[in-house]
């Protein structure tokens, strides 16, 4: 069982950076593959980023390609989503999401087995 908390949400301008946090519980962190999703208004979830169990590959949807980087800390049993140059569009509540997995090449980007609260993130222009 992993319950996931996010941080790090909140209202800023277009150009803006935002750094969002996931603290997982549970012992095995390291053996999940670790993803952030993102849900606008109106929309459906969409993927955002995926990160393998040891932190060594790195996986983006194209639309933040450049912008965003994902990462993980598998000591403090936290993932993190950097996001630069931020842009209207990115507005959604970001989830994060958990994938036990028993391959260390994978990438958590469909049917999570654990989802975050979510955490807003509101770009304005």
């Known amino acids: 069982q992993v319950q996931l908390v996010e941080s790090g949400g909140g209202l800023v301008q277009a150009g803006d950076s935002l750094r969002l946090s996931c603290a997982a519980s549970g012992r095995t962190f390291s053996r999940y593959g670790m993803g952030w999703f993102r849900e606008a208004p109106g929309k459906e979830r969409e993927f955002v980023a995926a990160?393998?169990?040891?932190?060594?590959?790195?996986y983006y949807a194209d639309s933040v390609k450049g912008r965003f980087t994902i990462s993980r800390d598998n000591a403090k049993n936290t993932v993190y989503l950097q996001m630069n140059s931020l842009k209207p569009e990115d507005t959604a509540v970001y989830y994060c999401?958990?994938?036990?997995?028993?391959?260390?090449?994978?990438?958590?980007?469909?049917?999570?087995?654990?989802w975050g609260q979510g955490t807003q993130v509101t770009v304005s222009s």
């Open positions: 990160i393998t169990w040891n932190g060594i590959s790195t």
């Open positions: 999401a958990a994938c036990a997995t028993a391959y260390s090449n994978y990438y958590c980007t469909t049917k999570p087995d654990y």
